[in-house]
């Protein structure tokens, strides 16, 4: 039996998904595989509507352990190693429900690969990100950091190993905002409490369209957006939501 890594809490439809691999919870093959089976677990659970992810202590993720590299002496462990790198990321930009990072502290690497595939981003004070891949010898991340940064920052991060302040993120409106310590959770908590009291059906067409505008031409992208508002209109959740508004109280969902 491995040890637990990944901590899932769930409370008022909301997932505390907590990495926990001390000193600096540096992701090995088998936290990763933890990491993927959780939001594939949070996909599929009706109790939870909305997640939030951050690490144990004052890091939220270090990156790779480097004292878990895959063998070149061994055939195909390089790939089945690269596979559960790309599943990590993907399970979190893939789950069906909205993920907050809560970035707690350093998010390099790998690290702030997890933060990148969440869907919003908060950060504490002493947070820092960057992908130091090039001090030691690596390249990688570069489409990590493509889908939060611009042309000639990407580069300089990417080429340099430089670290970005949270002060940093947030006047490149990377991040929401830039939070104490002990503000850091309540307030990404108290967001994921809002998201998870819409429709959940709702909530999930919503997901499937923010990434899909990622990657689609506007035109494209709208029309599928379209085509999931007429396949809501004719849900219950939608009737109720209406006449919740008309009738001036609070909508009780039932997920259908």
């Known amino acids: 039996m491995s040890d637990e890594w990944v901590r899932l809490e769930v409370s008022d439809g909301v997932g505390l998904v907590t990495m926990d691999r001390k000193p600096v919870n540096a ?40 004292k878990d590299r895959p063998s070149t002496e061994i055939a195909g462990d390089f790939l089945e190693h690269n596979r559960i790198t790309r599943e990590t990321g993907n399970a979190i930009r893939e789950c069906a429900k909205p993920v907050i990072a809560a970035i707690n502290g350093a998010a390099l690497g790998a690290g702030f690969g997890l933060a990148a595939a969440c869907d919003i981003l908060y950060a504490s004070e002493n947070a820092t990100v960057g992908m130091p891949e090039i001090n030691v010898g690596l390249a990688g991340g570069a489409s990590m950091l493509k889908t939060l ?17 949270a002060h940093d993120l947030l006047k490149r409106n990377v991040i929401e905002d830039v939070l104490s310590e002990k503000d850091l959770l309540p307030v ?61 109280r609070a909508p009780v969902f039932k997920g259908r």
């Open 149 to 165: 940064f611009g042309r000639s920052t990407l580069r300089r991060m990417f080429f340099t190993g430089q670290r970005l302040s």
């Open 188 to 248: 990404t908590m108290a967001l994921a409490s809002e998201i998870a009291s819409k429709a959940p059906l709702a909530i999930a067409y919503a997901k499937r369209a923010a990434n899909m505008v990622d990657v689609m031409p506007q035109r494209d992208a709208y029309r599928f957006e379209q085509e999931f508002t007429v396949t809501l209109s004719k849900t219950e959740d939608a009737r109720e939501a209406r006449m919740a508004f008309l009738e001036k």
């Open 27 to 66: 992701l090995s093959r088998d936290m990763r595989r933890q990491l993927v089976a959780t939001f594939d677990a949070i996909s599929e659970r009706e109790d939870i509507r909305c997640a939030v992810l951050t690490g144990s202590g004052s890091v939220f993720c270090a990156g790779a352990d480097l």
